[in-house]
């Protein structure tokens, strides 16, 4: 049995892996600035923040291995600084007091959005270009773990790189655009082709359980992408058949559609509130492609259990028995660092 501290704990993401953890007989802490849920399988949980060291100092006690997943991560309402203070600079924190207590294995959460630019096909191979405050504290993240581990002593460091992330318990884009494509206020941009590869939750835990005790010690890295990819319009096409329609909604000109998202540019820019629709999120879901790639992992040993479109019923699933009467949660830190709450 190990004792494992994960940054995140209370997240989506985090909550995943404290159930499975917790199942494998392991005893897990967790840290975070929001409040566990009532039987939350933790041992021991520090209400915190990650970029205050004696919070982090107190988490960390007595662990064997730290699992970060704690992140400024959202779209909207973050400041650059922010970003690269809890990215980068939490990190650092991380990295400090791991040593302090002679902890030397570590696996961290980066995300794909470190590519941006970066040439095609985007594997661990090419340079990451990032072109967002966001993928770009990342990288500097990832940077602060890759100088760590070249110190030796047997410091281990394993970052995954996922995209999208979905799964029962997600209450963000995903969750988004199922209440959405349910409520009959969905519109298709245009005829979308657009490649958005994605990751199913209990399928990047499994990877991430492959892969770290794979890594016994210095620096690597690899991208959790589910094969085979879908477009925009395919994602939309399951969900509605898992919620017995027909069709997600009816096609409209792509002018059109993000005509009608003026409005809400506009709200937003006078309120300074997000609204959930924007013209911003019009191109990512039907222009933009986000396609990566995992052969790596793939090289590796693992194979996802859990395919991309039965990942969705199952999320369509939890949405129709619980999941629809919860509200989408911004989970986005502050500026400033939040004091211990007892």
């Known amino acids: 049995m190990m004792r494992i ?3 995140g704990a209370t997240g989506f993401i985090g909550s995943h892996f404290s159930e499975r953890l917790h199942r494998e007989g392991h005893e897990v802490v967790g840290i975070d600035l929001c409040a566990p849920s009532p039987g939350a399988p933790l041992s021991r949980f520090i209400h915190g923040d990650i970029r205050d060291p004696v919070a982090v100092r107190m988490a960390l006690e007595g662990c064997d291995m730290v699992l970060s997943l704690a992140a400024a991560h959202h779209d909207f309402g973050i400041s650059e600084a922010t970003y690269f203070a809890v990215n980068e600079g939490a990190s650092q924190v991380i990295v400090d007091e791991m040593d302090r207590q002679g902890i030397t294995r570590v696996c961290w959460y980066s995300s794909c959005a ?10 661990e191979a090419v340079a990451p270009r990032p072109t967002s405050p966001y993928g770009a504290s990342k990288l ?7 100088e760590w581990s070249t110190r030796g002593g047997g410091r281990s460091a394993l970052v995954i790189r996922p995209t999208i992330t979905f799964g029962p318990g997600n209450v963000a884009n995903m969750y988004s655009l199922i209440r959405q494509i349910a409520s009959g206020r969905f519109f298709i941009a245009g005829n979308p082709t657009n490649c958005k590869s994605l990751s199913y939750v209990e399928n990047l835990v499994a990877a991430t359980m492959h892969l770290w005790p794979l890594q016994k010690q210095g620096f690597d890295v690899f991208n959790f992408v589910e094969k085979p990819d879908l477009t925009s319009l395919e994602i939309a096409q399951t969900i509605a058949v898992a919620l017995g329609k027909a069709r997600p909604g009816p096609q409209l000109p792509l002018w059109l559609v993000l005509l009608m998202a003026k409005p809400f540019d506009l709200m937003t820019a006078l309120t300074g509130k997000d609204l959930g629709v924007n013209s911003m999120r019009v191109r990512k879901l039907f222009v933009w492609e986000t396609k990566f790639e995992a052969a790596k992992l793939k090289q590796a040993g693992f194979e996802s259990p859990v395919p991309v479109r039965e990942g969705l019923r199952r999320m369509v699933e939890w949405w129709r028995v619980a999941g629809g009467a919860q509200k989408p949660v911004w989970r986005q830190p502050p500026a400033a660092i939040q004091p211990l709450k007892s």
């Open 5 to 7: 501290c994960i940054t």
């Open 114 to 123: 470190v590519y941006g630019d970066s040439a095609v096909p985007r594997d």
């Open 140 to 146: 500097a993240g990832e940077n602060v773990f890759r």
